[in-house]
């Protein structure tokens, strides 16, 4: 039998607003079992060999460190900023101080695997065109209560650049997101107006890090206005794929529930993902890098 992708209409609202919500894509047993492996996975990840990484968007944020930087091919837990006094003291029990997991769940952990490299997702990424899908990276998202971070206005595809641009996110809501617990919101249509003007590399040299970098000839679209900004509803168990050209941003969890959130990224494989990037993926040993494909 063949797996289904997207019916015309939904490749055709994923066309014109960059983001199209699938509700109850997972089943509710597979939301509980994502759910639970999230879970154990912060009551059992070390403490006492971690390097206290912590991770945001906000440009100036110092996010380059060996930790983040080799993540690729591991799965890391990288902490909130809020999970720390002032004196750098961790404020929070461990599982509920962590911001992120990634980037290799996909590869790495098989309950997550299962949930990104399949048929269904393979149908879906050659619904809306890809050619050649790789996974390119994955994360859980715990947006912790009261502390779970803001993520201000972004472009996926300015973090996982490719020429073209081609990324898409793959976010499936774990728990339900609402509006006082940071749920995602979209400037609809954006995908068409804002430019991939920029976009985030590595930085070697004396300070390993990240850094941005123009890409030459692309003018910067305006900012989006507050306004702008939707926030659909948002059940667990439900995907929302990402156009990662789309403005779109959540704010800080001011709940006392987490929100937890599985995500992958594809790129296509058709198109160039050079060595500027700050995500590497190691290379096999025929050469040229490991991406997990989602054809054979
Ligand atoms: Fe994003």
């Known amino acids: 039998m063949v797996t289904q992708g997207l019916t015309p209409e939904q490749v055709s609202q994923f066309e014109q607003n960059g983001f199209l919500l699938l509700r109850d894509e997972l089943s509710s047993e597979t939301v509980k079992k994502l759910y639970n492996e999230t879970a154990f996975m912060l009551s059992q990840f070390s403490l006492a060999d971690h390097p206290m990484t912590k991770f945001s968007t906000d440009e100036e944020a110092h996010i380059g460190d060996d930790y983040f930087l080799g993540s690729s091919d591991k799965i890391r837990f990288f902490f909130e ?36 490299v399949n048929d269904r997702n393979r ?27 803001k993520v201000p206005s972004h472009q996926d595809s300015v973090f996982l650049y490719t020429d073209p641009p081609s990324a898409v996110g793959f976010w499936y809501a774990l728990e339900d997101c609402t509006a006082e617990n940071g749920a995602l919101s979209f400037v609809p249509g954006s995908h068409k107006w804002a430019n991939i003007a920029k976009r985030m590399i590595r930085v070697d040299g004396n300070r390993k890090g990240t850094g941005f970098i123009k890409i030459e000839g692309v003018e910067a679209s305006r900012e989006p206005l507050d306004e702008e ?68």
């Open 81 to 116: 900023q809020g999970a720390f006094s002032p004196t750098g003291e961790l404020v929070k029990p461990k599982a509920k101080a962590i911001n992120k997991i990634g980037h290799a769940l996909h590869n790495l952990n098989p309950t997550f695997n299962d949930s990104t």
């Open 123 to 149: 149908a879906i990424a050659q619904s809306i065109g890809f050619k050649n899908p790789y996974v390119l990276q994955s994360m859980i998202i715990c947006k912790q209560p009261e502390i779970g971070g």
């Open 229 to 296: 900004f939707i926030m659909p509803q948002c059940p667990a168990g439900t995907l929302v794929l990402i156009h990662g050209s789309l403005l779109h941003k959540s704010e800080t969890n001011r709940s006392q529930k987490s929100r937890y959130a599985y995500t992958f990224h594809m790129i296509e494989g058709e198109y160039k993902y050079d060595n500027l990037n700050w995500l590497q993926v190691p290379p096999t040993e025929e050469g040229g890098a490991n991406f997990t494909r989602l054809y054979a």
